[in-house]
Nanobody
Framework: VQLQASGGGLVQPGGSLRLSCAAS??????????IGWFRQAPGKEREGVSCISSSDGSTYYTDSAKGRFTISRDNAKNTVYLQMNSLKYEDTAIYYCAAGLLTSDLLNNYYSPAPYDDWGQGTLVTVSS
């Protein structure tokens, strides 16, 4: 599975960005994969943000993302998106997308990097005035 994240950049607090994760066709056509978004700020551990099922589109969010971020997929374009609104200084990080088999272990631990097998290269989001 090959993944490529894009869409990062510099944005002011309160602004919006949409990140894209382009996946190989196999991922989104295969019914038992999940695509997750993670982020890692300088000096901090990588943390989960959101996850979506490639089959039924079920979505999952961590507390940091609820109410502000929306994950979606476009299977025709083999792409998963992360719409980020009301951005805060603390959202500054490198954002990664990852793919993993949609197992019960992943669903119970979607916020953890451990269940995911393949990772994109990351895209930098900087929230600054």
């Amino acid at each position: 599975v090959q993944l490529q994240a894009s869409g990062g950049g510099l944005v002011q607090p309160g602004g919006s960005l949409r990140l894209s994760c382009a996946a190989s066709g196999y991922v989104l056509d295969h019914y038992d994969y999940a695509i997750g978004w993670f982020r890692q700020a300088p000096g901090k551990e990588r943390e989960g943000v959101s996850c979506i099922s490639s089959s039924d589109g079920s979505t999952y969010y961590t507390d940091s993302a609820k109410g502000r971020f929306t994950i979606s997929r476009d299977n025709a374009k083999n792409t998963v998106y992360l719409q980020m609104n009301s951005l805060k200084y603390e959202d500054t990080a490198i954002y990664y997308c990852a793919a993993g088999l949609l197992t019960s272990d992943l669903l119970n631990n979607y916020y953890s990097p451990a269940p995911y097998d393949d990772w994109g290269q990351g895209t930098l989001v900087t929230v600054s005035s």
